[in-house]
């Protein structure tokens, strides 16, 4: 069935590395994933998105990779800062033409160190 | 530009009342949702309403129904409530079918 995972609940760096946060999903047929942050008591928040078109999309300090071959994504975060600490959720879209249905994997929790 | 609200923020139930989250967007959206989400796991898609009019059942709709009231609004009602309903609920929007979702601050619920 449609399915999207992480594979690491909690990642902890240091301020100033680079963070990479991985995502697995299982339908073939998505064409549109999101990454979303979510801090402590908030709403999730819109990060980066990718096509299935593309294989990988940058915004600032932020970068998605996209791995049709074996259905991997991943989020790449450059000079983690104390802010980037959240949770990170992966969404997986298939865009039918009448709804999205996004759906979410358990989210990774980012622990940034001073 | 508020984007997406919901009220309440808090609540708490006894098992067996019934209630209705509220939800409005601003940003003139045609999509809105409603997920919930418990400790430890994702967002899980209870309705959806694609456009106004029409109202879709997603992954966990049982003990759940909605109301697209019209464009800007899409409310969650909970008939009778259960202990396993607690959770916090979160509506989105999207401009369209297919297109980033925009969500609200959430609302804690508790059902005792």
């Known amino acids: 069935g449609e399915s999207v995972g992480l594979h690491l609940p909690t990642l902890s760096v240091q301020e100033g590395d680079n963070s990479i946060i991985n995502c697995a999903y299982s339908n073939s047929a998505s064409d549109y994933f999101i990454w979303y942050k979510q801090e402590s008591g908030k709403g999730p928040q819109f990060i980066i998105d990718i096509r299935s078109n593309m294989d990988k999309r940058q915004g600032q300090r932020v970068t998605v990779l996209l791995n049709k071959t074996v259905k991997h994504l991943s989020l790449q975060i450059a000079a983690t800062q104390p802010g980037d600490s959240a949770v990170y959720f992966c969404?997986?879209?298939?865009?039918?033409?009448?709804?999205?249905?996004?759906?979410f994997g358990t989210g990774t929790r980012l622990q940034v160190t001073l | 530009n508020a984007g997406v609200t919901q009220t309440p923020k808090f609540q708490v139930l006894k098992t067996g009342q019934s209630m209705t989250l509220q939800c409005a967007q601003d940003?003139?959206?045609?999509?809105m949702y409603w997920y919930r989400q418990d400790p430890g796991m994702g967002l899980r898609l209870i309705y959806y309403?694609?456009?106004?009019?029409?109202?879709d059942k997603g992954e966990v709709p049982n003990g759940y129904n909605v109301s697209r009231l019209n464009k800007r609004e899409f409310s969650l009602r909970l008939e009778s409530a259960a202990p396993s309903q607690t959770s916090v609920y979160f509506c989105a929007s999207s401009e369209r079918a297919g297109a980033e979702a925009f969500f609200g601050q959430g609302t804690r619920l508790t059902v005792v």
């Open positions: 940003m003139n959206h045609n999509s």
């Open positions: 309403s694609a456009s106004e009019g029409t109202t």
């Open positions: 969404a997986e879209n298939r865009d039918t033409g009448t709804a999205s249905k996004l759906t």
